[in-house]
């Protein structure tokens, strides 16, 4: 007899069979007499459901959820004045949060910005788990630099015209990141929370606690591609120049679905600057 294997349609039935609780005896008996090998049957059984049992512990242990930066968005309004600006809302999903702004920078403030930061620029560091350090990372083929909180007049409006349309406190920020991505460049797709696994985050969370949203501005549009992604839900931001987009996350866990990158730059370049919001004063 040629030896049968376990199909996904048959884990999934299993499962299902599972969830209705009939016990594992009655399930072995209706999948016997569907014409199963005995030996495979029970392999299959015991292999899916200890799986399926890690799983649902894993989701059982979620950390708790904390208060997020958000938008004051009810009524779906179409714009909002903030700090005497007007920035439209062109975009918003509730899983994973995720708010598309247009008009949130002037030109003159993109401008402001890259040529402020263009003399400042290194190759970008991400953190290094293992230390909590920094260190040049593959996945980011960007150049980058940090400007301080408050450091000029330019920077204090745009955090304070971030902190107004998010209801955060500017204390919570970290100081706003300038990216500079030319043809090829791209950031792999990450989560900005830091990874409560690693050893190197009690160290991080000291100085204000995980970041809990982010908003990245587009400084240019690039002539193709460079897109922001979220590959779990499929949604692709294009950049466009002086729009943002916002995404916060309560807990630091994928469940938030904020899993996100930046699209390799296909043709010309693309400059950003990104804010990442903390649950406390960040000093
Ligand atoms: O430049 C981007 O589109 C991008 C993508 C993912 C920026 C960030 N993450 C970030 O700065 O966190
Ligand atoms: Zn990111």
Known sequence: MTRQTATPELRQWIIEQARAGHGPE???????????????????????????????????????GSAVPEP????????????????????????????????????????????????????????????????????????????????????????????????????????????????????????????PAQPGTPTILKRGGQRVGTLVMYLNTPLRGGSTTFPDVGLEVAPVKGNAVFFSYDRAHPVTRTLHGGAPVLEGEKWVATKWLRQGRFD
């Open 26 to 64: 009655a399930v072995l008996a209706s999948m016997r007499e569907a014409g199963w090998q005995e030996d495979v049957a029970i392999a299959a059984l015991e292999e899916t459901l200890s799986t399926y049992l890690a799983e649902q512990g894993r989701e059982a242990e979620l950390p708790a």
């Open 72 to 195: 004051s968005l009810e009524g779906a309004p179409a714009s909002l004045e903030v700090l005497g600006h007007r920035v439209a809302v062109l975009t918003q999903m509730h899983l994973p949060r995720v708010v598309v702004f247009g008009g949130f920078l002037s030109d003159e403030e993109c401008d402001a910005l890259v040529a402020l930061a263009d003399p400042r620029l290194a190759r970008s560091e991400t953190v290094d788990n293992d230390t909590g350090g920094s260190e040049v990372n593959e996945a980011r083929t960007s150049e980058g630099m940090f400007f301080g909180r408050g450091e000029s007049e330019l920077i204090s409006r745009i955090e304070a015209r971030i902190g107004a349309l998010l209801n955060w406190p500017v204390e919570n920020g970290e100081g706003v990141q300038v990216l500079h991505y030319r043809p090829g460049a791209e950031y792999k797709p990450h989560y900005d929370y830091f990874d």
